[in-house]
């Protein structure tokens, strides 16, 4: 069955750095998200991507954060300097139309020291 | 304001008994719902949405609108069941169907 996939699993880097965090969506999706769950809160809606540009994003997603698409398959969430508050799960997803389920990847744990 | 509500944070029952989690929503519009669950150690994953109507192992939520609730539901509950639950709305006529997440119910069951 296809899997959303993400990398890394766990990523630990410090205040400041940029990041990356990768996911490989299912290959015929159109759809794409991130999503994060900081430790003991919801998971919360970051940003959707869709014909190769955003199509819609939350408060949280600031000029700090961008997405790519660079090649075809992967989609990467960028994190351009990151802050402590940054630490928590980041989940990518895809969905192949409007309004059919998003299947989610394994999540990355971010953790910014 | 979209929001979804999960009043529990952790629900403990005996293996056998009734379970019921519950879920609140606030919406202006005609939302789509949705719980997801999340076992030990694995992904986000689709348990049921009210628009099929399925019973997905043994599990049912329906979608009462007077009361803006979609609690999920199941008469017999088993260990494999433990996991923790998240129900999440997704709103009509957006540029897109993102899902607004409830803070999650951990159901626990007890042998």
């Known amino acids: 069955e296809p899997e959303v996939t993400q990398t890394p699993s766990h990523q630990v880097t410090q205040m400041g750095q940029e990041v990356i965090l990768r996911c490989v969506p299912i290959?015929?999706?159109?759809?794409f998200y991130w999503y994060r769950q900081i430790l003991g809160q919801k998971v919360e809606f970051l940003v959707s991507?869709?014909?190769?540009?955003?199509?819609?994003k939350s408060e949280i997603f600031d000029d700090q954060f961008s997405v790519e698409r660079p090649d075809g398959s992967n989609f990467t969430l960028k994190i351009r300097s990151t802050k402590l508050e940054d630490s928590a799960m980041y989940f990518c997803?895809?969905?192949?139309?409007?309004?059919?389920?998003?299947?989610f990847g394994q999540g990355t744990r971010l953790t910014v020291v | 304001a979209q929001r979804v509500t999960q009043p529990e944070k952790l629900l403990s029952v005996f293996k056998g008994a009734p379970v019921e989690l519950k879920c609140n929503y606030s919406?202006?519009?005609?939302?789509?719902l949705f719980w997801y669950v999340q076992y030990s150690r694995q992904r986000l994953q689709l348990l049921l949405r009210?628009?099929s109507r399925e019973s997905i192992k043994g599990f049912t939520a329906d979608l009462n609108k007077g009361e803006t609730s979609f609690h999920l539901k199941k008469p017999f509950a088993q260990e494999e069941d433990s996991a923790m639950y998240y129900c999440?709305?997704?709103?009509?006529?957006?540029?897109?169907?993102?899902?607004?997440f409830g803070t999650g119910t951990l159901l626990a069951v007890q042998p």
């Open positions: 290959s015929n999706h159109l759809y």
């Open positions: 919406y202006s519009g005609s939302p789509e």
């Open positions: 991507f869709y014909n190769n540009e955003i199509s819609e």
């Open positions: 997803a895809s969905s192949g139309q409007m309004n059919t389920e998003a299947f």
């Open positions: 009210h628009i």
């Open positions: 999440a709305l997704s709103g009509d006529g957006g540029a897109t169907n993102k899902l607004i």
